[in-house]
């Protein structure tokens, strides 16, 4: 693949990633507007909604798995870097790209269950145990997005520092 087409692939996958964070964060616009329905009904109309916290539930678990692959291209993730900062360099350039490839892995696995799961729902026609009951695949497709399309971005990362190792050494 040549410098273009890999940029390209970079360019969609970084956009996708870019406009998931943005639909995340409308996710969190979301959840201050049932919190604030919900305050408004109980306290000034005495009247609480059997909703609110339903919707803030499926709204976050939304906004978390939607930034998810923004936060992993970023690396804005919490890491624990005690272990890393105690390697050697040399056992630090290997360890690196192992763990790249362990995560992706990982992310990988999960988000196939998470679509598998996703199309259990559909197909079947579950919708959530609540009051305010949603299709179920609503609430696992974000999952299956983030897990996914994180992988793509921790195989990306793995290819970029791939080639870095490669251009040095030439």
Aim: hydrophobic share 55%.
């Amino acid at each position: 693949m040549n410098a273009t087409k890999r940029n390209g692939v970079e360019r969609v996958v970084f956009g996708i990633a870019f406009l998931g964070a943005g639909a995340g964060g409308l996710c969190v616009v979301a959840i201050l507007a049932c919190y604030s329905i919900e305050v408004f009904m109980r306290y000034v109309l005495n009247a609480p909604t059997s909703w609110a916290s339903d919707y803030v539930t499926y709204f976050l678990c939304a906004s978390v798995f939607l930034t998810m692959p923004q936060l992993t291209r970023e690396g804005s993730h919490v890491a624990v870097t005690v272990l890393q900062s105690s390697l050697p360099a040399v056992i630090l350039r290997l360890a690196i790209p192992i763990g790249l490839s362990i995560s992706a892995f990982i992310c990988f696995f999960v988000g196939w269950l998470a679509l598998k799961q996703t199309h259990y729902n559909f197909v079947r026609g579950i919708d959530t145990m609540s009051l305010a009951a949603v299709p179920k695949w609503t609430v696992a497709a974000p999952i299956a997005y983030g897990f996914l399309l994180s992988g793509i971005v921790l195989l990306l990362k793995l290819r970029a520092q791939w080639h870095a190792r490669h251009e040095v050494a030439h």
